[in-house]
């Protein structure tokens, strides 16, 4: 009888055991290549100049942080910043993811990559092109999409030495006139 009762026992704890522990897939592969495709789908639209499809890949709370200019805060004040930059008749912007990682927990996904971007100088309008990398922060919506919640480029190009104050990144510029008037 006592034999019985601690099999029962046992049996039960085991059950218990079972039923308290969830194990959360591992979604991080498809995570990443669902993130990869936002960023080849992304490359694209950027492409149209569209300002509003560019700042469709960032969430409502998003942050852009060009070189040497203030943090860019909300997909809004993002897409007002990125106007003048996409109205260049130079602007050609490319990147490409060269690492990826996701949390295990499924909700980001970090790209770090290579970018070119063309703009126009702003003394004579010539094309001028900067080559760097950049960092992105992906995190899963409610609906299950995925957006940029942190973007950053850091440009490959030497400092100008020339100059003793850094120049102002050309969407953060526009970013600032618009917001002090």
């Not at 992304?42 to 100049?49: G, I, P, Q």
Request: hydrophobic fraction near 40%.
């Amino acid at each position: 009888m006592l034999h019985s009762r601690s099999l029962f026992a046992c049996l039960g704890l085991f059950a218990l055991t079972a039923a308290c522990t969830s194990t959360v897939p591992d979604t991080r592969e498809a995570d990443i290549k669902a993130v990869k495709d936002v960023e080849a789908a992304w490359v694209k639209d950027v492409a149209t100049k569209d300002a509003d499809k560019f700042a469709s890949y960032y969430s409502d709370d998003a942050s852009l942080l060009f070189p040497n200019a203030p943090i860019i805060n909300g997909r809004e004040n993002i897409k007002a910043a990125l106007k003048p930059m996409l109205a260049d008749p130079n602007f050609a912007l490319t990147f490409q993811a060269t690492r990826a990682e996701a949390s295990k927990g499924g909700d980001f996904v970090f790209t770090v990559g290579t970018y070119s971007m063309t703009l126009s100088r702003p003394s004579d309008k010539t094309a001028v092109t900067d080559k760097g990398k950049y960092l992105t922060v992906f995190k899963k919506q409610p609906d299950g999409s995925w957006k940029a919640v942190a973007d950053m480029i850091s440009s490959d190009m030497p400092a100008q030495s020339e100059h003793p104050k850094p120049k102002t990144h050309p969407a953060a510029r526009a970013h600032k006139r618009a917001h002090s008037r």
